[in-house]
């Protein structure tokens, strides 16, 4: 009887450890939410080039235009202003 008093108990306290709770006072960020002036999610990747007028993913333009994988090269083909 007893030890299963202690194995319940354990059990009680093993799942009481587990459970996680969210920040009071404030609310969390949700996932892709950080978008810039022109939309773009800049946690996924993207930056707004000028020149195609669409958020960007540099690596992937860089590849398909045949650019150097570059933020300079990037700025310079979507015709960005300098950061």
Not at 15 to 28: F, R
């Amino acid at each position: 009887m007893l030890i299963k008093f202690l194995c319940g108990s354990l059990f009680l306290i093993a799942l009481t450890a587990c459970t996680t709770k969210a920040p009071q006072g404030s609310e969390a960020a949700m996932v892709g939410s950080d978008r810039d002036a022109h939309a773009c999610i800049s946690s996924a990747g993207y930056r707004w080039c000028a020149d195609t007028q669409q958020c960007e993913r540099p690596w992937e333009l860089a590849k398909i235009q045949k650019f150097a994988n570059t933020q300079a090269a990037f700025d310079k083909y979507c015709d960005n202003p300098e950061q």
